[in-house]
């Protein structure tokens, strides 16, 4: 079975600070992928960042970065320079294969982020 | 592309009625992924498909759940009868292998509500 696991249910951040929301998962599965996503106020879902279990950088896209410690099992994503419009769900999440050779999806409980002006 | 688009968008409806929800995927993609979000129970997985076949539904919650994809540009998510707990937000996703990486597309999503 794969578990993902965010322990901060809200953050609050500075604007123009940088913030680190915590994710750590659980797989079995040699091969998997993580990603974060976030979740405005508004209800949709904006995919921000991906990393592969193989992939030897960590990933940046923009202001994101995804601080990823294959052997602690932690992909935490890094927020530089935060925005008002930062302010958020952000949701952890992977993707991996069940025990049937499929792939499953598992998300996080979400951590609601406040950049404060 | 327009993106994922999901039908309707807010859906009231009575205990007992049959509700039917619809998504058209991102043209070329070959997933599509039914979630349901609800405060108590976060984002679940319900069901997804690969070129229109159903890979795994074991996060269907039970027989009164089904979904279709009868064509790769549309899936259907039917309660049949529905209940006031499956007031929720589902959202339909989709996404290609190409690139190996998997990122899902999320549609708008369709605000549930049965009283």
């Known amino acids: 079975a794969q578990k993902i696991t965010q322990t901060q249910p809200g953050m609050f951040v500075q604007e123009k600070e940088a913030v680190t929301l915590d994710c750590t998962y659980d797989?079995?599965?040699?091969?998997?992928?993580l990603f974060w996503y976030k979740q405005p106020s508004s209800g949709e879902m904006i995919f921000l960042i991906y990393q592969g279990s193989y992939d030897q950088q960590n990933a940046t896209e923009g202001r994101y970065s995804l601080n990823f410690q294959k052997a602690r099992k932690s992909a935490n994503l890094v927020i530089s320079a935060s925005q008002l419009g930062d302010s958020a769900m952000y949701f952890c999440a992977m993707r991996g294969l069940n025990s049937g050779g499929y792939q499953k999806v598992t998300f996080g409980t979400g951590t609601k982020l406040q950049v404060i002006p | 592309d327009a993106g994922v688009i999901q039908s309707p968008r807010h859906e009231v409806t009575e205990m007992g009625q049959e509700v039917t929800l619809r998504c058209k995927p991102i043209s070329g993609h070959d997933y599509l992924f039914w979630y349901r979000q609800t405060m108590m129970r976060g984002l679940e997985l319900l069901i997804y498909f690969n070129n229109n076949v159903p890979i795994d539904d074991s996060g269907m919650p039970e027989d009164r759940f089904s979904a279709k994809m009868p064509n790769a540009s549309f899936s259907t998510l039917k309660i049949q009868p529905s209940e006031p707990r499956d007031s929720a937000v589902y959202f339909c996703?989709?996404?290609?292998?190409?690139?190996?990486?998997?990122?899902?597309?999320f549609g708008p999503g369709t605000r549930l509500t049965v009283t």
């Open positions: 996703a989709s996404s290609s292998y190409e690139g190996g990486n998997h990122e899902q597309y």
């Open positions: 797989t079995s599965d040699p091969s998997y992928g």
